[in-house]
């Protein structure tokens, strides 16, 4: 299972690189707006930045929603940097754009999907990511988790190739659960990540090691 934080935050993502578990970012433009990261040459010399700290894949947000404009934009972000994925929304123009890209080898991260039959189609265009948004749907009492497995179950069916990237985590049980039903990939908060090493008896099992090592030294 590959770990992506979802954050455009700096310090966070050097400190998560830090932790060598980090395959991945992604971010959005709201992401963006929250660390203040306006105007075009910003955002694109922001992406350069992550990039420049993980060694993985980094979803870069395309802002147009018509074919052309997604095209456009997308190439200029692929451009970039190597690790560059392009991130289009689930819409009619937005399938038309993945089709597009796979067929030029430029890799595509699908977002904003909340249905099985979405994520059909981002398989289908071609997509190289799938961002099934779990947390999202939690919020308005539906089983985000349910509809990773769905996905899992109608990828496997067929062999799908797109990988799917579980998007709005929000905590260590949603990643936990995501491993066990098969995610390839998940994107959350560092602390979603952090939670996964915490246990209390580790804790009290170390003080002990620690006291006793003492004792005899
Ligand atoms: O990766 C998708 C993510 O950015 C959305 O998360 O927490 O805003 O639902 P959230």
Same mark, same amino acid.
């Given at each position: 299972m590959k770990f992506f934080i979802d954050t455009a935050n700096?310090?966070? +993502?050097?400190?998560?690189?830090?932790l060598g578990?980090?395959?991945? !970012?992604?971010?959005?433009?709201?992401?963006?707006?929250k660390e203040g990261i306006t105007g075009r040459d910003n955002i694109l010399k922001h992406y350069v930045d992550i990039c420049n700290i993980v060694d993985g894949d980094v979803?870069?947000?395309?802002?147009?929603?018509?074919?052309d404009g997604? !095209? *456009?934009?997308?190439?200029?972000?692929?451009e970039l940097h190597d690790q560059i994925v !392009? *991130?289009?929304?689930? +819409? *009619?123009?937005?399938?038309?754009? +993945? *089709?597009?890209?796979?067929?030029?080898? +430029?890799?595509?991260?699908?977002?904003? !999907?909340?249905?099985?039959?979405q994520a059909l189609l981002a398989a289908k265009a071609g997509a190289t990511y799938v961002s099934p948004f779990i947390g999202r749907l939690d919020d308005i009492s539906t089983d985000g988790l349910n509809l990773i497995a769905e996905i899992r179950l109608i990828y496997d069916n067929y062999g799908f190739e797109t990988e799917i990237l579980a998007a709005s985590i929000r905590h260590t049980m949603h990643v936990l659960e995501c491993a066990k039903i098969g995610a390839d990939v998940m994107t959350g908060p560092l602390s979603s990540i952090e939670g996964l090493l915490k246990h209390p008896l580790t804790d009290i099992g170390l003080e002990k090691f620690l006291a006793d090592y003492k004792k005899g030294n």
């Open positions: 700096l310090d966070q +993502i050097r400190e998560a690189q830090e578990v980090l395959d991945g !970012v992604t971010t959005n433009p709201s992401l963006m707006a979803s870069a947000e395309v802002i147009a929603t018509d074919f997604m !095209v *456009k934009e997308g190439e200029q972000l692929a !392009v *991130k289009i929304p689930m +819409i *009619k123009e937005g399938v038309r754009a +993945i *089709k597009y890209f796979s067929d030029n080898e +430029i890799r595509t991260n699908c977002t904003l !999907v909340f249905s099985a039959g």
